[in-house]
C-alpha cells in the first residue's frame, strides 16, 4: 500500500478462502502501529502459510510454528518452506486442531523473550498421543540472543545451526 507504506499481507483459512487482509508497517514507528488491519479476520482460525507449506510439510514430515508472517516468508526466502505462523504466541484450539491433523512433528520457533514455561504450555497442545503414534514437539530455545529476535532473522546458516543446537523436546 503506497499510501501508508505498509505491505499488505492477505490471510487465507485451511481451505484456501480469503478471510483477511492486514498491513505491516517496516519503518520505525511505535509498535502499536505497526500493523493496520485491511479485513479484520479471526486469527485464532488461521494458519500462515498452511497452502503454501502444505505439500512440504507433508514431505518432511515436520512443521515450524512460528509467530509472525515475516517468518514464514523469511524461511520461504532460503527455499525452507515448513513454516506456519499462529500471528501471535498464543496457539488458538482451531490452530492446534489443524496442526495435529497434519500428523507431522512440529518445532514451536518463537521468538525471543516468551517464558520457556509458556511455550512448552503451547507445545503441549500440538502432541498427538495415541496408542498408534505419538508425534515428537519441541521447542527452540532463545534464551539469551537478542531482544524479541525470531529465529528467522538471524539468518539460514544461524536458524540451522539453532535448529541442531537449541530445540528441546517435550
Known amino acids: 500500500d503506497f499510501k501508508s507504506n505498509r505491505i499488505i499481507i492477505p490471510e487465507y483459512n485451511i481451505n484456501g478462502e480469503l478471510v483477511g487482509a492486514k498491513g505491516r508497517y517496516n519503518g520505525d514507528c511505535d509498535p502499536s502501529e505497526r500493523w493496520s488491519m485491511y479485513l479484520p479476520y479471526a486469527k485464532s482460525l488461521v494458519l500462515f502459510g498452511w497452502h503454501q507449506n502444505y505439500t512440504y510439510i507433508m514431505k518432511k514430515q515436520i512443521a515450524f510454528i512460528v509467530e509472525a508472517e515475516k517468518s514464514v516468508c523469511q524461511a520461504a526466502s532460503w527455499g525452507l518452506n515448513l513454516m506456519l505462523a499462529t500471528g501471535g504466541h498464543d496457539i488458538s484450539k482451531t490452530q ?15 521468538d ?59
Open 96 to 110: 492446534a486442531k489443524n496442526i495435529r491433523s497434519l500428523g507431522v512433528d512440529v518445532v514451536i520457533a518463537y
Open 112 to 170: 525471543e523473550g516468551i517464558s520457556t514455561d509458556e511455550i512448552e504450555e503451547q507445545a503441549r497442545k500440538l502432541i498427538i498421543d495415541s496408542k498408534y503414534w505419538r508425534n515428537k514437539v519441541g521447542y527452540i530455545d532463545m534464551t539469551g540472543l537478542k531482544s524479541k529476535v525470531s529465529p528467522t532473522d538471524l539468518g539460514y546458516r544461524a536458524f540451522r545451526r539453532i535448529i541442531k543446537e537449541r530445540v528441546k523436546w517435550i
